[in-house]
């Protein structure tokens, strides 16, 4: 006789998002992504640190704030990463008809408005399901691999609220075919000014890249009686930090940059990390993301590539006004909206 099988399939598991277009207020989701998801609930249940008379608990805990939080991973796909790029940085609007170019410029000396996102997550037990709202990130890594496969993503999520339990959306599927973006079609380009950035590529000398962007954001709350308790009323942006780590072979041209590193005066970078795929929009444009910033060399470390010995080179970036803004991204997909 048949037997039904056990519920809760970690492979039913769904990752999906929708705009919002108020704090607050959640919506459907409208796209589904191709990463996997691990959430975390912590209502903060806390036993009071009292003397009751005995050896062991006497009372019932008590909570305090709610923190919702979560983590995606996953390969990155040129029709997906505008999500992260507008969750970490700041609301954005492509131009384009067919190509739409998306360009993020966050302001150095000024906080930007959240971009702020609905996500919805579970297995097939319907009653198992999750509804997060007001999702921003807060850590983005971007791990360009030695294999020169996809560029993986690791992206910290923050949202204000949960709702439990909520059915997903219906009728949500992942695109099957995703114009990935390939560490082999990424240029590194490093110069010495900005007007000069992203001319010299350095050829035959990047084995890896990672990328570490911190937003640093706080969580606002209020005492505003009963009605509201633990409710967050939004978000404070805190100070921004990127780092990125190259590997490096011995190249003439990264025995340069391991030079200015030891330099007795810091020497200002301006860097470039330019994707651009071998799939065509239309015309002569093709799915592409362009990361830009300026920084200088920290740390160094020994590596080994293989049988190859291999230099490791630390940047944190800086905010130089020649650039316009501290950390430069442009994408360039198909996306008419951030999530349709």
């Known amino acids: ?116 996102l609905t996500a919805e997550w579970g297995d097939e037990v319907a009653g198992d399901q999750w509804r997060y709202q007001d999702g921003i990130v807060d850590q983005l890594q971007l791990q360009f691999p030695q294999d020169l496969g996809p560029i993986m993503h690791t992206a910290d999520w923050r949202f204000a609220t949960t709702t439990y339990p909520q059915a997903r959306t219906a009728g949500l599927s ?30 035959n000398t990047m084995h890896d890249a990672s990328i570490n962007i911190q937003a640093n954001n706080d969580v606002k709350r209020f005492a505003n009686g009963s009605n509201t308790n633990f ?25 340069s940059e391991f030079a200015k590193w030891l330099n007795a005066n810091a020497q200002e970078r301006f860097v470039q990390l330019d994707t651009t795929t071998r799939v065509l929009i239309t015309g002569s444009t093709f799915y592409s993301q362009r990361i830009r910033f300026a920084g200088y060399w920290f740390t160094r470390s020994e590596q080994s590539v293989g049988s190859n010995t291999a230099g490791q080179l630390v940047c944190r970036h800086i905010h130089d006004p020649a650039l316009v803004t501290p950390i430069g991204v442009r994408l360039i997909n198909t996306m008419s909206n951030l999530l349709s």
């Open 1 to 116: 006789m048949p037997v039904a099988a056990l519920p809760g399939n970690v492979r039913f598991r769904a990752f999906q998002l929708g705009l919002q277009t108020t704090f607050g207020t959640p919506v459907a989701a409208t796209r589904r992504m191709p990463w996997r998801f691990n959430p975390t609930v912590d209502p903060h249940w806390t036993d009071p640190d009292v003397d009751t008379g005995t050896l062991d608990p006497a009372i019932s805990p008590y909570r305090t704030a709610l923190d919702v939080t979560g983590q995606s991973t996953g390969p990155l796909a040129a029709n997906d990463a505008q999500a992260l790029w507008s969750a970490l940085l700041k609301s954005e609007t492509p131009t384009g008809t067919t190509a739409k170019t998306w360009d993020w410029d966050p302001a150095a000396t000024s906080a930007d408005a959240y971009e702020l």
């Open 231 to 255: 409710a967050v009323a939004g978000y404070g942006r805190g100070p921004r930090t990127m780092e990125t780590t190259f590997t490096f072979a011995k190249s003439t041209a990264a025995l």
């Open 174 to 203: 992942v695109d099957t075919n995703p114009t990935w973006l390939y560490a082999a079609d990424t240029t590194l380009s490093i110069n010495d000014t900005a007007g000069s950035i992203g001319i010299t590529p350095l050829t």
